[in-house]
């Protein structure tokens, strides 16, 4: 298991950059999500003023 940690010397480079990988995809997903929910409110906004015209 050590060694698998200790990635043949290359730890240093191969972590961080899983972390760094892992951390994008989670701001991604979470952004892709708050940005949906702000589209679907602004169309929301929109269908309501239509309604009240």
């Known amino acids: ?3 698998f940690l200790y990635m043949s010397g290359y730890a240093a480079y ?3 950059s899983i ?3 892992l ?3 989670v701001f991604n997903i ?3 999500r708050q940005l949906t929910r702000d589209a679907q409110a602004e169309a929301r ?3 309501a ?3 009240a015209s």
């Open 14 to 16: 191969v972590w961080p």
């Open 23 to 25: 951390a994008l995809l």
């Open 19 to 21: 972390g760094l990988t």
């Open 30 to 32: 979470l952004w892709a």
């Open 49 to 51: 003023s239509e309604d």
């Open 1 to 3: 298991m050590s060694q």
């Open 45 to 47: 906004r929109r269908i």
